[in-house]
């Protein structure tokens, strides 16, 4: 699962990513801070995204790390795993990030709900997965928690065949 953090959502302007993060079913995770690239200088930033990440201007340009270092690190992470994501945003902020680093997208992001469709889970699986992640991981709006929660997510449907099917 990937989450990506931003400046602000782009119905409120021209957002760019600042956190991302990638967690696997098995548990492990990653997640960087990303430097802002020059380019990105007089995009939009929301306070309001501020405040729900607790990520700030001055904490990227002294945490964050060089965009490239980024999307290779992310792309020798995922290696050969399918990246999936609960919204089409996070491709759109993966592409944004890919395209100020000079390099090519290195995985496509699938959306879950394709996943949970394809396996046949019905809408109260799901919902009880979700409920037992949130409790859980109960910290919203950080990449890392939001990544592994949907892993979690995932992992708990696995764990259970979807209805009507037995094994």
């Not at 200088?41 to 405040?51: H, N, R, V």
């Not at 944004?96 to 390099?103: E, I, M, R």
Request: overall charge negative; hydrophobic content about 40%.
């Amino acid at each position: 699962m990937i989450d990506f953090e931003a400046s602000c959502l782009p119905e409120y302007g021209q957002s760019f990513p600042i956190e991302v993060a990638i967690a696997r079913t098995d548990g492990d995770s990653r997640a960087w801070l990303i430097r802002p690239a020059d380019a990105w200088k007089y995009w939009d930033w929301s306070e309001e995204a501020e405040k729900l990440h607790g990520i700030s201007r001055d904490l990227l340009e002294e945490k964050g790390l060089p965009l490239a270092q980024v999307v290779a690190e992310m792309s020798e992470f995922v290696h050969d795993c399918n990246v999936y994501a609960d919204a089409d945003l996070d491709q759109y902020w993966l592409e944004v990030l890919c395209h100020a680093a000079g390099s090519q997208v290195p995985f496509p992001v699938h959306y879950l709900g394709e996943f949970i469709k394809k396996r046949g889970y019905t809408r109260a699986q799901v919902v009880s997965a979700l409920d037992e992640a949130k409790n859980r991981l109960p910290k919203e709006h950080l990449a890392r928690e939001d990544a592994k929660r949907l892993a979690m997510v995932v992992k708990l449907l696995l764990d259970q065949p979807p209805e009507g099917l037995s094994y």
